[in-house]
């Protein structure tokens, strides 16, 4: 099992950059795919990004792709995405999730996919 903490998230300006930070605790970080997704008011939690346990790889939906990066330190049992040239359309609450997986290159997309969750942070992105 596996606990998550989301921070990093706040107001920030169109045009702006952001990094958001995802702590796990447990000592098995790396078996764990990671992925971020986030739901704006009214609208369903989307995938932005995932990664593998192993970190070379990584999966972006098209509106993250070029603007924000996924990352993570598994000798500090943390995954970050940061968030470049924001637009008023990313502002969302951003969850990280979890999956354990028995390949260090598997990553998910889909949100069935992943069992833990963590609380959210709030990001918002000014005209």
């Known amino acids: 099992q596996v606990q998550l903490v989301e921070s990093g998230g706040g107001l920030m300006q169109a045009g702006g950059s952001l990094r958001l930070s995802c702590a796990a605790s447990g000592r098995t970080f790396y078996g764990y795919a990671m992925g971020w997704f986030r739901q704006a008011p009214g609208k369903d939690r989307e995938f932005v990004a995932a990664i593998s346990g192993g970190g070379h790889n990584t999966k972006y939906t098209d509106s993250a792709k070029g603007r924000f990066t996924i990352s993570r330190d598994n000798a500090k049992n943390t995954m970050y995405l940061q968030m470049n040239s924001l637009k008023p359309e990313d502002a969302a609450v951003y969850y990280c999730?979890?999956?354990?997986?028995?390949?260090?290159?598997?990553?998910?997309?889909?949100?069935?996919?992943?069992?833990?969750w963590g609380q959210g942070t709030q990001v918002t992105v000014s005209p």
């Open positions: 999730a979890a999956s354990w997986s028995a390949s260090s290159v598997n990553y998910y997309y889909t949100e069935v996919e992943y069992r833990y």
